[in-house]
């Protein structure tokens, strides 16, 4: 029977703060976390009632709220010590002397009889493929062993450069089980930005695809081998995926995938690591210069991917878990955690938008997802062409929309209910590859409302403070966490002494996370994020640093200078203008404007390429050198160039009146236009 959501009622306009949907009686009874609140109670653990409550103890007594949420679940670990052996931060030491493994949890699930992975892509791929608990189990012990015969464990290191495809979760499991650490790169980014991540690493294993397929194109990835193995000469295994071809052979030298998980019969005992023992890096964008590795534990990892999937997004064994995302992004990690709770993850490495702009929705559908997450840019993209999910698609089984890597723009929450589902929540999300969940979401016993984020999650001490860190309330503040959260990374790569850490989140506010958002905190604690106080690109999930673009750009003879901005725009647009100054003899033709899109896009990634090149006197800098690119950014915005920049900190401050008129000129253009 074609079951479509209930999307046919009149349509009706949800003002921002307006109520957008509210949880049932049946679904508050049902939520994971009421079950939570209730064993809480049943147990004399905590009295809590509301979400508030709960809240409220679960910051101030973070010790027993986290040892809570580990009973509840069943985690194993052994050894003792207490939960916390110092609440200052940074480097606050959760659980010293226990140990476990993140796979441990996931392979607890086995007994399932639903798909644990289902692996999907776009026409002409090998997809669908659906991978039982069984054969999950099966294949990460194969390639476990495969890993343990050539001498590698605890202190290695194995990377991927894989797309978001089954065998990507495979390995990442296979190479915790182990105790060693896992770090991925999509394969849309090129050699040079791979090897800027990875490479920091020393890795021992590679682990690629031939290739994927994107927008109806096969993109071969096998030619770009060699430099990544010259990149990372510390390489003694390279295993290929056989994505494309079809069986054919693989480069002498490497060694397919499947002979590595051919084995048969196979045990395979985990092996149990300190609880803070690195289970993956995750890059920064590399704003700043080459991108920085946090580097996330076992323990922290499952803790909070626990609550966040279980208790937030209320995911459990009989759900079907999509969200689209790289393996670049720390959101694939989330994803594959879906594993944890039981849940059915779906792999997709194509376009949301092919072979038709609705093309998520459609795979949604085909696989009954329960859970979808994607970028509020594609929501965006899908009203302005008048789309209506809920009627043209089989939704029935859908509970929850997911949305992150920008602002939600309050009119998307009236889209959803209209073109999507009334009883489909749009559960918007921030927080950050530093620690590699939420800092603030969705609440499934809270109403949602336009334009805002729930609530803070559970365990996080969040709080929106001004310069001289006094707490804030219905005014804007930089995001801050002033109790440490478990999944915190334990350090970064390369940074022994910490004073790379210290410099990053605690040199504002010490002592106290300062992540660098921008946010208000309503009296109703409901979140509004603002927007980026750095200078990040964050176009469409993809996170990149503005350092990367400039060290392409500024290769090419006629480029002097750039710099390059993305702005969130007030219609929930992400604007991203590349600005240049050229050499004497250089003109921004077509053809040069060509070369450098073309540069960024095979150098890069195609995801990354500016929506248009500028050409521009010179680029501001500050008396110290430093590109004005935050302050740009806020004129792009529409703000006054005397509120953004002190022209005594600026080498010339009559460099900014170009961008004032190139500001003036699109906000102009767009008004006139009716975007």
Partial sequence: MDIRMDVTREERSIRPGEVAWSPSAERIAGARISGFIDWLQATSRCEATSYESLWEWSVARPEEFWVSLKDYFAVQMTGDGPVLASREMPLAGWFPGRRLNYVDTVLSHTASSRPAIIDDSEPGGPGPRTISWTELGHQVAALSNWLRDRG??????????????????????????????????????????????????????????????FGGREVDRLALLPALQAGMPTLREVLVVDRLRSGTSVPAGTTAWAEAVAGDGLAMTTAHVPF?????????????????????????????????????????????????????WMVWNSLVSGLLVGATIVCYDGSPSYPTDD??????????????????????????????????????????????????????????ADHVGRDVPLASVTGGTDVASG????????????????????????????????????????????????????????????ARYREAYFETYPGVWRHGDLVTITGRNTVIVHGRSDST???????????????????????????????????????????????????LDDELRGRILRRIRE?????????????????????????????????????????????????????????????????ANTSSSGV
């Fill in 439 to 498: 800092f603030a979401g969705f609440v499934p016993i809270l109403p949602v409302r336009a334009g805002e984020i729930t609530a803070a999650y559970l365990g996080v001490a969040l709080d929106s403070w001004d310069d001289d860190g006094r707490s804030l309330r219905d005014a804007v503040g930089e995001l801050v966490v002033t109790q440490p959260m478990p999944s915190m990374p334990t350090r970064f790569w390369n940074d022994d002494d910490g």
């Fill in 603 to 667: 150098a890069l990634s195609s995801r990354v390429v500016p929506d248009d090149v500028i050409a521009v006197r010179g680029i501001p800098h500050t008396r110290t050198g430093k590109k004005l690119e935050v302050p740009v950014k806020r004129i792009l915005q529409g703000d006054d160039v005397a509120t953004v920049a002190e022209a005594r900190s600026i080498d010339d401050p009559s460099l900014l009146d170009a961008f004032v008129r190139y500001a003036a000129t699109r906000i």
């Fill in 152 to 213: 590698v464990g605890e202190g290695d290191r194995v990377v991927g450069y894989l797309p978001n495809v089954a065998e990507t979760v495979i390995a990442f499991l296979a190479t915790a089980s182990v105790g060693a650490t896992w770090a991925c790169c999509g394969q849309d980014y090129q050699p040079e930005a791979v090897v800027d991540r990875l490479g920091q690493l020393a890795p021992v294993v590679l682990i690629t695809a031939d290739g994927y397929r």
């Fill in 537 to 587: 690109l964050n176009r469409n999930g993809i996170r990149m640093g503005t350092a990367d673009i400039y060290r392409v750009v500024e290769e090419l003879p006629e480029v002097q200078e750039a710099l390059v901005i993305g702005a969130e725009q007030q219609n929930g647009e992400y604007w991203m203008p590349l600005f240049v100054t050229l050499s004497d003899r250089a003109d």
């Fill in 276 to 328: 803070d023992h690195p289970l993956w890096v995750l890059f920064s964008s590399g704003t700043t210069g080459k991108p920085k590795g946090f580097v996330h534990g076992h323990g922290g990892v499952v803790l909070e991917h626990l609550k966040a999937l279980a208790l937030h997004l209320d995911l459990g064994p009989s759900d079907t878990y999509l969200w689209y995302t790289s393996p670049s």
């Fill in 359 to 416: 093309a998520l929705w459609a795979l949604a559908a085909r696989h009954e997802v329960t859970a979808l997450g994607t970028s509020p840019a594609y929501l965006q993209a899908c009203a302005r062409a008048g789309r209506s999910p809920g009627t043209d698609h089989d939704l029935g089984r859908l509970r929850v929309l997911g949305a992150t890597g920008s602002v939600v723009p309050a009119e998307l929450y009236s889209w959803v």
